[in-house]
């Protein structure tokens, strides 16, 4: 009787799991900006209230698309919740599939949704710590004009630095020839 009544409860609270999922995809279909974001802000108390792998992983490729159809608010909003939910991206099973619908946005003409992307890359260092295209990605971007996707690209290589020897090695000379030249630059204009 014990074994009924918990498996019931395992189903039930399974059920409302899926139902939860299913009102917030909802919002994240929505037409209006307003009830996208509410609805992308709320999956981080689904994530504490259902943590199971299934749901979580369903929900981050739910937030992966937003990120990737949506505009740079709603990119904001994602990378806020993954930040917040830090603790569940280690439940993400389909990784492969979740990264490569965020990554499809660095190839982006706006350098401030390539800086969300970076921001967004580096929280997920913790899960993918040896994506060479993502290495790659953050390299280039130190490189950039734009100083928003420059500070970007440095939060990222220090997340990925602290998860990657390999991207810590090979990144040092990049930090080391971007120090030199902001001291010869300094140096300049004394």
């Not at 399974?14 to 139902?19: E, G, L, Q, R």
């Amino acid at each position: 009787m014990l074994c009924c009544i918990c498996c019931f409860d395992y189903c039930s609270r399974k059920f409302v799991s899926c139902s939860s999922l299913c009102a917030l995809s909802v919002g994240l279909r929505s037409g209006k900006l307003g009830e996208q974001c509410e609805a992308v802000v709320r999956f981080p108390r689904l994530f504490q209230k259902y943590p199971f792998p299934i749901l979580i992983n369903s929900a981050f490729l739910k937030l992966a698309d937003v990120f990737r159809v949506g505009n740079n608010f709603l990119r904001l909003c994602v990378l806020k919740v993954t930040q917040q939910s830090e603790k569940h991206l280690e439940k993400i099973l389909n990784v492969d599939e979740f990264v490569k619908r965020i990554f499809s946005v660095i190839h982006s003409n706006d350098p401030v949704a390539r800086a969300i992307t970076l921001r967004m890359l580096g929280s997920l260092a913790s899960i993918i710590p040896e994506r060479k295209n993502a290495h790659h990605s953050i390299r280039q971007s130190l490189d950039s004009h734009d100083n928003v996707e420059v500070e970007a690209a440095v939060f990222a290589a220090a997340n990925f630095s602290a998860q990657s020897k390999d991207f810590a090695v090979g990144i040092c000379n990049k930090i080391s020839e971007m120090i030199q030249g902001m001291y010869a630059s300094f140096s300049i204009m004394k």
